[in-house]
């Protein structure tokens, strides 16, 4: 089992670092992307996780595509796993939207946060080819939900509500 650090975690604070263009492809940093895979696998209510979320101060997310279809009817991108290195936000919209969002790392604690609803993307997959792209709701707030992580930053510093949740509740809403 892979261990998701939890907001008390100083690295989830600090700004992470960039990847050189030599790191991509090493054994080392495919394995800490295959240890974010098995993290977020794990996790029933996870769509995409940091690496500082698995205490490696890097600028790199993954997405699960396939959780991603299951719960946005409007994505039409690939299933598996999209990596994001050294990821930036090019555009957002002006016009935004209070989403709800809970965190990996800030466990069974949710809120609203006001979030734009169209972003685009540019970043490194993990061959080291350029991807940009532009999304919209579910994957535009992920997107912003990543790099606030990657800047040291969680999503309780910008929610307006706060609430808590337990595990069966949140199953329960799923089952719906």
């Avoid at 790191?23 to 977020?40: F, H, V």
């Amino acid at each position: 089992m892979q261990h998701i650090l939890q907001r008390e975690q100083p690295v989830l604070r600090e700004i992470a670092r960039s990847i050189l263009t030599e790191e991509i492809g090493t054994a080392k940093l495919d394995k800490i992307i295959a240890d974010m895979e098995t993290a977020l696998g794990e996790q029933k209510d996870g769509i995409a996780i940091a690496a500082p979320q698995i205490g490696e101060n890097l600028r790199l997310f993954v997405v699960s595509g396939s959780l991603l279809k299951k719960a946005d009817k409007n994505y039409r991108g690939e299933g598996g796993y999209l990596v994001f290195i050294n990821p930036e936000i090019l555009k957002k919209s002006r016009e935004k939207s209070d989403v709800e969002e809970g965190c990996l790392s800030v466990r069974w604690l949710y809120g609203k946060v006001k979030r734009s609803i169209r972003v685009t993307l540019r970043a490194l997959n993990e061959k080291g080819e350029k991807v940009e792209r532009g999304a919209s709701g579910l994957l535009a707030q992920i997107f912003q939900h990543e790099v606030d992580h990657l800047n040291g930053i969680l999503f309780t510093d910008k929610a307006d509500e706060l609430w808590e949740m337990s595990e069966e509740e949140i199953r329960e809403l799923q089952g719906k």
